[in-house]
């Protein structure tokens, strides 16, 4: 059997040394680097050669690769590599790494083509000035062999290692039982149509109701897959730290059935990880970057040694080795078997996962946990926006070479919006002019901090990073996105007319598609993905997917569902519908005390109810949501909610309390929802509904902006009150639009609809 590595990988794993250094920074984007690679071929001659695949053997190691480019005229061979900045402060061990590729390539193109010597070429490309620096050095096939054989050799113990992993890790994935006596209800359902997604290479929406184990549904067929697909990795992407945990315990379940040789990492966000924040990712600044990649060996061997590496256990093993915890963890994504993060990991622009999927040619699964998150999450990862107020006066205080570069986006960005009269306003076309300014000005600041690696501040700093992402999102521009100018209040004393412009995306479906299509399976699951069409539509799910529906194991009777039709808490509304509100809640206390939920559509609602809640029934205890709630305060709302206690604990809908936490039995017995959920009408929203409405055609612009995902708040809100198959509760759904048929059919079927105040 051979192991099968790219070079690209070969290279990093045998010729990454010294230490973790990020002073040559920013790097270019993957769209940047790919629109550099093709700048640089195209001024090459007719007959020269891009993406030249090749590949060869070494024992039992299989090395292969695409090189950058090959002239045959000149017999040169090119690695090519975008960067910003001055290359003169290029840490050294980036371009020992470079060589090391070339000559790997060099190689592997004298085997295939029977050459006995060829000229190998770094070819760096500077995005910003469109400049090529050439460095050519010459070899022979036989150098270049040796060379190749030894870098082999210093991999063919970890290769050896490797394969009998993964022999072992599908021995006992073939062999692995459930790791529970029977499915829940529902439960295997969902996992037999997961199972057939994985061995069929489909992308699979799946809704199941809360409460059945989805997490374990999932992940136990897709790694009972793994054997007989070939499969490389799982990613587990979840929207919050609830889901990874989650995941990361259905996994130690797995491992305790028998899949203990399966490797499990966590990855975590970097200011989670970083052991000084204070510190910048260097050697002569950090002490876990200095040596970083001398001592990683060391520290990987170990840290393969757990099965299941989680935060706690990684930080662990990186302090003893004196190595960063955060990029350890990235070094160890491509040694394990399941990787538990954040969607960010997989769907974002420059995602790691992505990336090391595409670079190592993986064949993996993906799961989507609570997928009705990803629509929100992912037009934040494909937006930007400036703050004029962030680079107002940098000019003035900026170095001497930058003032000039910075003054120019300050006269772009004021000419941008010096005839608009309205507050807020959506352009058809991208300012250009302040576009290339901006351009400018970061290639400035790039080169500046070449020579300065310190020389900004905080401010300085911000105002760069924004401009770096405004100007990659602008690459990106297309109908599904929109650019809008929003103009500022005046501060202070100051008439100066300021804005914020902003590059918001509305429809991520042409960044995730391809995400979704280059792994071998995906699956998007949660209790909340009606309408069908509309997630596909949003999270561009390929035309082959296919959907499941999983039956609730809950009877309507365990839960009562009760439509308060006479009240209306539309925002003219709100003062009237008080007392009744507040009737309502008090009735239900009353005739059955114990813990509720009660959900409004802001703090100020729910501030008017709890202060006419204390007044007219001061028996009822109640704690309420904050805004800005820290971690601690979150913790210790929830932490109220016992089998023993009695109370209401009141919060805002589509916020931290709303869904992804579990209160069962008596900890949680009913809860009121004074609210349809839907977003703010506001010139934003409207501007989607109208973008929606083009997209997709007429009439679909409310449901998609407003609708759908209001009463996917309601739906997760409620789904809260039962969540096991003991569980009983009931449901105040307040407000008079709930009986609306429309309305009504959105609603989960298994759920039993009166309208009776009663509890």
């Given at each position: 059997?051979?192991y099968?590595?790219?070079?690209?990988?070969?290279?990093?794993?045998?010729?990454?040394?010294?230490?973790?250094?990020?002073?040559?920074?920013?790097?270019?984007?993957?769209?940047?680097?790919?629109?550099g690679?093709?700048?640089?071929t195209?001024?090459?001659?007719?007959?020269?050669?891009?993406?030249?695949?090749?590949?060869g053997?070494?024992?039992?190691l299989n090395?292969?690769?695409?090189?950058?480019?090959?002239?045959?005229?000149?017999?040169?061979?090119?690695e090519?590599?975008?960067?910003?900045?001055?290359?003169?402060?290029?840490p050294?061990n980036?371009?020992?790494?470079?060589?090391?590729?070339?000559k790997?390539?060099?190689w592997?193109l004298?085997?295939?083509r029977g050459l006995?010597?060829?000229?190998l070429?770094?070819?760096?490309?500077?995005?910003?000035?469109?400049k090529e620096?050439l460095?050519?050095?010459?070899y022979?096939?036989?150098?270049?062999?040796?060379?190749?054989?030894?870098?082999?050799?210093?991999f063919?113990d970890?290769?050896?290692?490797?394969?009998?992993?993964?022999?072992?890790?599908?021995?006992?994935?073939?062999?692995l039982?459930?790791?529970?006596?029977?499915?829940?209800?529902?439960q295997?359902?969902?996992?037999?149509?997961?199972?057939?997604?994985?061995?069929?290479?489909?992308?699979?929406?799946?809704?199941?109701?809360?409460?059945?184990g989805?997490?374990?549904?999932?992940?136990?067929?897709?790694?009972?897959?793994?054997?007989?697909?070939?499969?490389?990795?799982?990613?587990?992407l979840?929207?919050k730290t609830?889901?990874?945990r989650?995941?990361?315990?259905?996994?130690?379940s797995?491992?305790?059935?028998?899949?203990?040789?399966?490797?499990?990492?966590e990855?975590?966000a970097?200011?989670?990880?970083?052991?000084?924040p204070?510190?910048?990712?260097?050697?002569?600044?950090?002490?876990?970057?200095?040596?970083?990649?001398?001592?990683?060996?060391?520290?990987?061997?170990?840290?393969?040694?757990?099965?299941?590496?989680?935060?706690?256990?990684?930080?662990?093993?990186?302090?003893?080795h004196?190595?960063?915890?955060?990029y350890?963890s990235?070094?160890?994504?491509?040694?394990?078997?399941?990787?538990?993060?954040d969607?960010?990991?997989?769907?974002?622009?420059?995602?790691?996962?992505?990336?090391?999927?595409?670079?190592?040619?993986w064949r993996?699964?993906?799961?989507?946990?609570?997928?009705h998150?990803?629509l929100?999450?992912?037009?934040?990862?494909?937006?930007?926006?400036?703050d004029?107020?962030t680079?107002?006066?940098?000019?003035?205080?900026?170095?001497?070479?930058?003032?000039?570069?910075?003054?120019?986006?300050?006269?772009?960005?004021?000419?941008?919006?010096r005839?608009?009269?309205?507050?807020?306003q959506?352009?058809?076309?991208?300012?250009?002019?302040?576009l290339?300014?901006?351009?400018?000005?970061?290639?400035?600041?790039?080169d500046y901090?070449?020579?300065?690696?310190?020389?900004?501040?905080?401010e300085?700093?911000?105002?760069?990073?924004?401009?770096m992402?405004?100007c990659?999102?602008a690459?990106?521009?297309?109908?599904h996105?929109?650019?809008?100018?929003?103009?500022?209040?005046?501060?202070g004393?100051?008439?100066?007319?300021?804005?914020c412009?902003?590059?918001?995306?509305v429809?991520?479906?042409?960044?995730?598609?391809?995400?979704l299509t280059?792994?071998?399976?995906?699956v998007?699951?949660?209790?909340?993905?009606?309408?069908?069409?509309f997630?596909?539509?949003?999270?561009?799910l390929?035309?082959?997917?296919?959907?499941?529906?999983?039956?609730?194991?809950f009877?309507s009777?365990?839960?009562?569902?009760?439509?308060?039709?006479?009240?209306s808490?539309?925002?003219?509304?709100?003062?009237?519908?008080?007392?009744?509100?507040?009737?309502?809640i008090?009735?239900?206390?009353?005739?059955?005390?114990?813990?509720?939920?009660?959900f409004?559509?802001?703090?100020?609602?729910?501030?008017?109810?709890?202060?006419?809640?204390r007044?007219?029934?001061?028996?009822?205890?109640?704690?309420?949501?904050?805004?800005?709630?820290?971690?601690?305060a979150?913790n210790?709302?929830?932490?109220?909610?016992?089998?023993?206690?009695k109370g209401?604990?009141?919060a805002?809908?589509?916020?931290?309390?709303?869904?992804?936490?579990?209160?069962?039995?008596r900890r949680?017995?009913?809860?009121?929802?004074?609210?349809?959920?839907?977003?703010?009408?506001?010139?934003?929203n409207?501007q989607?509904?109208r973008?929606?409405?083009?997209?997709f055609g007429?009439?679909?612009?409310?449901?998609y902006?407003?609708?759908?995902?209001?009463?996917?708040?309601?739906?997760?809100?409620?789904g809260?009150?039962i969540?096991?198959?003991?569980?009983e509760?009931?449901?105040?759904?307040?407000?008079?639009?709930?009986?609306r048929p429309?309305?009504?059919?959105?609603?989960?079927?298994w759920?039993s609809?009166?309208?009776s105040?009663?509890?």
């Open positions: 059997m051979s099968r590595v790219a070079v690209r990988a070969l290279c990093e794993f045998t010729a990454k040394v010294g230490d973790l250094d990020l002073r040559f920074t920013p790097s270019p984007t993957a769209l940047e680097g790919i629109a690679h093709a700048q640089v195209a001024r090459r001659g007719e007959g020269y050669e891009r993406e030249v695949a090749l590949q053997q070494y024992e039992r090395v292969r690769g695409r090189a950058d480019g090959y002239d045959p005229v000149r017999n040169r061979l090119e090519i590599k975008t960067f910003r900045g001055d290359l003169e402060r290029q050294a980036h371009r020992q790494l470079h060589w090391t590729q070339a790997i390539y060099g592997l004298c085997q295939a006995d010597e060829v000229e070429a770094l070819v760096y490309f500077d995005i910003a000035s469109h620096t460095f050519i050095e010459r022979t096939a036989a150098d270049l062999r040796r060379f190749f054989e030894v870098q082999c050799q210093a063919i970890w290769a050896d290692q490797e394969l009998a992993h993964r022999a072992a890790r599908d021995q006992v994935l073939t062999a039982r459930f790791p529970y006596a029977d499915f829940r209800s529902g295997r359902q969902l996992a037999e149509a997961v199972y057939k997604a994985a061995c069929t290479g489909t992308t699979l929406m799946a809704q199941a109701p809360t409460g059945i989805k997490t374990l549904a999932t992940l136990f067929p897709q790694l009972k897959a793994f054997p007989g697909q070939q499969l490389d990795k799982l990613f587990f979840a929207a609830s889901g990874r989650l995941a990361l315990d259905a996994l130690q797995l491992q305790r059935s028998g899949a203990d040789s399966l490797r499990t990492l990855l975590v970097r200011d989670k990880a970083c052991e000084h204070d510190k910048a990712c260097h050697g002569d600044s950090c002490p876990l970057a200095k040596g970083f990649y001398d001592r990683l060996p060391a520290a990987r061997v170990e840290a393969l040694q757990h099965c299941m590496l989680d935060q706690a256990t990684l930080r662990g093993i990186a302090l003893e004196e190595v960063c915890p955060y350890l990235q070094e160890l994504a491509r040694w394990a078997d399941v990787v538990v993060g969607y960010n990991y997989y769907f974002d622009i420059s995602a790691l996962l992505h990336g090391l999927t595409l670079s190592n040619d993996v699964c993906v799961l989507v946990d609570e997928a998150n990803l929100e999450r992912a037009r934040g990862m494909y937006s930007a926006e400036l004029q107020r680079f107002a006066g940098l000019g003035s205080k900026a170095p001497a070479p930058l003032k000039r570069p910075l003054s120019r986006v300050q006269r772009c960005w004021n000419e941008l919006h005839e608009q009269t309205t507050t807020y959506v352009q058809a076309e991208l300012p250009l002019k302040l290339g300014a901006l351009q400018q000005a970061v290639s400035a600041i790039t901090l070449g020579e300065q690696p310190a020389g900004l501040d905080a300085q700093q911000r105002a760069y990073f924004d401009a992402h405004f990659r999102i690459e990106l521009f297309g109908e996105s929109l650019f809008d100018i929003s103009l500022l209040p005046a501060a004393r100051s008439t100066a007319k300021r804005s412009l902003c590059l918001r995306n429809v991520p479906a042409p960044f995730l598609e391809p995400r280059q792994a071998h399976s995906s998007l699951f949660s209790a909340t993905l009606n309408p069908r069409r997630y596909a539509d949003t999270l561009g390929p035309e082959t997917s296919a959907w499941i529906e999983v039956d609730s194991p009877q009777h365990q839960l009562q569902i009760c439509l308060a039709e006479h009240i808490t539309r925002y003219q509304h709100r003062e009237a519908s008080l007392d009744a509100v507040v009737e309502l008090g009735t239900q206390y009353r005739t059955r005390p114990g813990n509720y939920l009660a409004f559509s802001s703090f100020d609602y729910l501030q008017q109810v709890t202060a006419l809640l007044e007219q029934y001061p028996d009822v205890p109640f704690w309420e949501q904050t805004r800005g709630m820290r971690e601690a979150r210790e709302f929830l932490g109220r909610f016992t089998e023993r206690s209401i604990g009141f805002v809908l589509g916020g931290a309390f709303a869904e992804g936490i579990d209160l069962p039995g949680l017995i009913g809860a009121f929802i004074a609210t349809l959920g839907l977003p703010q009408i506001n010139p934003v409207e989607f509904k973008r929606f409405d083009e997209i007429r009439g679909l612009g409310y449901d902006t407003y609708l759908y995902p209001g009463l996917q708040k309601v739906i997760q809100a409620a809260r009150v969540r096991t198959q003991d569980d509760g009931v449901v105040h759904l307040i407000d008079d639009r709930f009986g429309q309305i009504r059919r959105l609603l989960p079927r759920w609809l009166s309208t105040a009663g509890g």
